[in-house]
Nanobody, 122 residues
């Protein structure tokens, strides 16, 4: 199977920046899709940003121009640079990855990280 480990969350004042990282490990053959989702208290998990293996990106309207997603394919790592943070960005941020891993046969995987807390004070 494939495991995702996130890091980089924390407490920051409004207007500040944070950089989240997510590293995938396991017998990975390819990761086609990586992304970040967030879940605020009492709300459903929602998309923040995604990036394909070719570098195509997609952002939630609320973060366009403030957040940047990038990935290091050689190290199976995805990043989320978060600038101009707002109190409404406060949430647990989850990393997601989908692709293929090797076992006795080639298998598809879809994995979530454990989540990292981002808190933005006003």
């Amino acid at each position: 199977q494939v495991q995702l480990v996130e890091s980089g969350g924390g407490l920051v004042q409004a207007g500040g920046s944070l950089r989240l990282s997510c590293a995938a490990s396991g017998s990975i053959l390819s990761i086609n899709y990586m992304g970040w989702y967030c879940q605020a208290p009492g709300k459903q998990r929602e998309l923040v940003a995604t990036i394909t293996s070719s570098g195509r990106t997609n952002y939630a309207t609320s973060v366009k121009g403030r957040f940047t997603i990038s990935r290091d394919n050689a190290n199976n790592t995805v990043y989320l640079q978060m600038n101009s943070l707002k109190p409404e960005d406060t949430a647990v941020y989850y990393c997601y990855a989908g692709g293929y891993y090797s076992g006795s046969v080639r298998k598809a995987f879809a994995s979530w990280g454990q989540g990292t807390q981002v808190a933005v004070s006003s």
